[in-house]
């Protein structure tokens, strides 16, 4: 069930795809846990799948945190070091039947002795009967279950298959670690490798990746393709990189974990008298879409549940920025909330 190309073995193939055709974050894609950036806490040495991993004592597990952040190449390489059949799928383009195929088809393996790592990206996307399908062959060890996903389990995955899993949180790259994968792109990958890339567009790239080596990599490759040839090869500026981003790059969902912590991030500065921290937090809600109703909406109940009696205009100013905001909208929105 492993998905391989053909021509694994070394021999030429039609259809193993030039490494010109991959994209570079695919080409930067870990072979080995020394190349695998951040998550120190789960796989660097003392890290708690790190040591299950040397015992061979791998079970069926979430993996929640932000794109970018490195659960696809964690569950592959997973696979790789228990020596496992690994079958990727996508729980948007997926149902029961490629379950119950794949489920069937890892019943197989195990009695040949075969594992099989079965890692389901964005399985929050599975609703409960989907979901259901997993339960008896994770419980009976049939196969590994890896699911990822951006939402905290705890709301979207069903409670009996969160008994049979556990999770693990992964956390956004540090500035060291895109730095760190910046450096090995550079230096590594044959198609870029000995580009010069100024210190004020490295800057532009690790700050506007958001801490997202997916992003950082993919704006890379767009800035290498645009950039100006001399005689010694490329050259990356951050006029260029600026170019690459378009638009700078902020995550955050409307219906998602972002969407309230950066609400109550929001309401904490406003609450704190921060007024800097909370501009900022208001313009990323703005410029990622957020409706401006909402935010208004929310400090009208900040003025009445946080300030109240201590100053009761307060309510009243908040009162009059939604209405405000309700009849001229946006962009002028923006104005009135700031």
Do not use: C
């Not at 890896?146 to 956004?172: C, D, H, K, Q």
């Not at 393709?225 to 990356?236: L, R, V």
């Amino acid at each position: 069930m492993a998905k391989k190309f053909a021509g694994d073995d070394g021999e030429p193939s039609l259809f193993k795809p030039p490494p010109e055709s991959s994209p570079l974050a695919e080409r930067m894609r870990p072979k080995t846990f020394e190349e695998f950036a951040g998550q120190g806490h789960l796989v660097g040495e003392g890290g708690v799948i790190r040591r299950m991993l040397e015992r061979h004592s791998i079970r069926s597990m979430i993996l929640w945190g932000p794109p970018g952040s490195g659960k696809t190449t964690l569950a592959r390489l997973l696979a790789t070091k228990l020596n496992a059949d690994f079958v990727q799928i996508n729980a948007i383009s997926s149902g029961v039947k490629d379950l119950r195929e794949i489920i069937d088809a890892a019943e197989k393996a195990r009695n040949i002795g075969r594992r099989t790592v079965l890692f389901i990206d964005e399985i929050h996307r599975f609703n409960k009967s989907q979901q259901a399908a997993l339960l008896k062959s994770v419980e009976n060890g049939t196969l590994v279950l890896i699911g990822a996903t951006t939402e905290n389990p705890s709301f979207e995955v069903i409670s009996p298959l969160l008994s049979r899993s556990s999770v693990y949180v992964l956390e956004s790259l540090t500035r060291e670690d895109l730095e760190n994968l910046l450096d090995r792109a550079l230096g590594e990958d044959e198609i870029i490798k000995g580009t010069l890339v100024t210190p004020e567009a490295r800057e532009e790239l690790v700050t506007q990746s958001g801490g997202d080596a997916r992003v950082m990599l993919n704006t890379l490759e767009v800035a290498y393709d645009i950039s100006d040839f001399g005689d010694d090869g490329a050259e990356i500026t951050r006029d260029v990189v600026r170019e690459a981003y378009q638009t700078h790059h902020y995550r955050y969902d409307r219906a998602g974990d972002e969407h309230y912590n950066t609400i109550s991030a929001f309401i904490k500065s406003v609450r704190g008298s921060d007024p800097d921290a909370a501009v900022y937090y208001l313009a990323r809600m703005l410029e990622a879409g957020e409706d401006p109703k909402f935010i208004a909406r929310r400090l009208i109940v900040l003025a009445s549940e946080d300030i109240g009696n201590a100053e009761p205009y307060a309510l009243t100013l908040a009162t009059a920025a939604f209405t405000a905001v309700d009849y001229v909208g946006m962009p002028e929105a923006s104005l009135i909330l700031a």
